[in-house]
Structure formats: C-alpha cells, structure tokens
C-alpha cells in the first residue's frame, strides 16, 4: 500500500516557474514507476511526465517537454516536477501516481495508487 501526498501548487504567472512534489509512504517506495497527470476543467485527465522506480528513464507529453522536469529522491520517497516557462493552459489539478509496471508508465489505467491532487493556476 502506497499514500501519495502531493504539495507546491499555486497561483503564479505565465512564465514564471513551480515545483511541485509527492511524498509518498511505505518502504517499497523505490519499486514504483512515478507519474505526473493533470486534469483542466471540462477535460479529461492527461499524461503529463513519468519516471521508471531507479529514476534512470524519463518520458514527457510533447506539450510539457523542454519546460517541465520530473525527477525522484528515493532516499526521502519523493518525486518532483519542476516546471517552468509556464503558460495559462497548463492550468489544472496536477495529480502523481504510483505504478508497478516496469520502466516509465504513461498510461494512466496502469497506475495503483494515486495522490489528491494539487491544483496549479497559471495567469496571464
């Protein structure tokens, strides 16, 4: 059993940059492939970044790639997603998954155990 929490959203403007982060529990953090998703209002829920259990690989949606970072602490059990240059529609509820498929998991239907969701609003 994984619990992910999630943190750092906010309001910020367009340009301007956040870091969000999962702390997660349990001590088989480290096996789990980590996800980013986020969903905009009236939308569905959309792949955004993910990272395998060692860290080692790294797959971004084509419209956060060069501007967005996900990364893992597996020593502190946390993944993080910094982003910059931010626009108005990356606006949403930005949620992180855990899966236990191997290598970087970009299907959503594939992830175990998700976080609340933390809500980014980006203002032009």
């Known amino acids: 059993q994984v619990q992910l929490v999630e943190s750092g959203g906010g309001l910020v403007q367009a340009g301007g940059s956040l870091r969000l982060s999962c702390a997660a529990s349990?001590?088989?953090?480290?096996?789990?492939?980590m996800g980013w998703f986020r969903q905009a209002p009236g939308k569905e829920r959309e792949f955004v970044a993910a990272?395998?259990?060692?860290?080692?690989?790294?797959y971004y949606a084509d419209s956060v790639k060069g501007r967005f970072t996900i990364s893992r602490d597996n020593a502190k059990i946390t993944v993080y997603l910094q982003m910059n240059s931010l626009k108005p529609e990356d606006t949403a509820v930005y949620y992180c998954?855990?899966?236990?498929?191997?290598?970087?998991?970009?299907?959503?239907?594939?992830?175990?155990?998700w976080g609340q969701g933390t809500q980014v609003t980006v203002s032009s």
């Open positions: 349990g001590r088989t953090f480290s096996r789990y492939a």
């Open positions: 990272i395998s259990s060692s860290g080692g690989s790294t």
């Open positions: 998954g855990a899966s236990t498929a191997m290598g970087v998991v970009t299907n959503q239907d594939r992830y175990n155990y």
